[in-house]
């Protein structure tokens, strides 16, 4: 079993940074690939990045490419996402999701394991 929690979120103003972390409980950390999605109201949850367990491989949406970056601290079992340039179509909850066997899936029902989300909202 995997608990997640994610923090970071917040209001901030279009062209602004966030950097959201989530915590994981459990002793085999580096075992999981993370992922991070994002649900805006009244749409689908959709894929915004995801990492390979020792960090090596990433993968984004094209609408976040080099403006966020995901990373890990395995010793600390946090995963980080880092929003810069944030845009007003960026608002949504924010979830990060553990995967157990895969490497940086990007879909949803590829995870095991989901967090609770963090608000993440841009005003223009």
């Known amino acids: 079993q995997v608990q997640l929690v994610e923090s970071g979120g917040g209001l901030v103003q279009a062209g602004g940074s966030l950097r959201l972390s989530c915590a994981a409980s459990?002793?085999?950390?580096?075992?999981?690939?993370m992922g991070w999605f994002r649900q805006a109201p009244g749409k689908e949850r959709e894929f915004v990045a995801s990492?390979?367990?020792?960090?090596?491989?990433?993968y984004y949406r094209d609408s976040v490419k080099g403006r966020f970056t995901i990373s890990r601290d395995n010793p600390k079992n946090t995963v980080y996402l880092q929003m810069t340039s944030l845009k007003p179509e960026d608002t949504a909850v924010y979830y990060c999701?553990?995967?157990?066997?895969?490497?940086?899936?990007?879909?949803?029902?590829?995870?095991?394991?989901w967090g609770q989300g963090t608000q993440v909202t841009v005003s223009s």
């Open positions: 999701a553990a995967s157990y066997g895969l490497s940086a899936p990007q879909h949803g029902y590829e995870y095991d394991y």
């Open positions: 459990g002793r085999t950390f580096s075992s999981y690939s």
């Open positions: 990492i390979s367990g020792s960090g090596a491989r990433t």
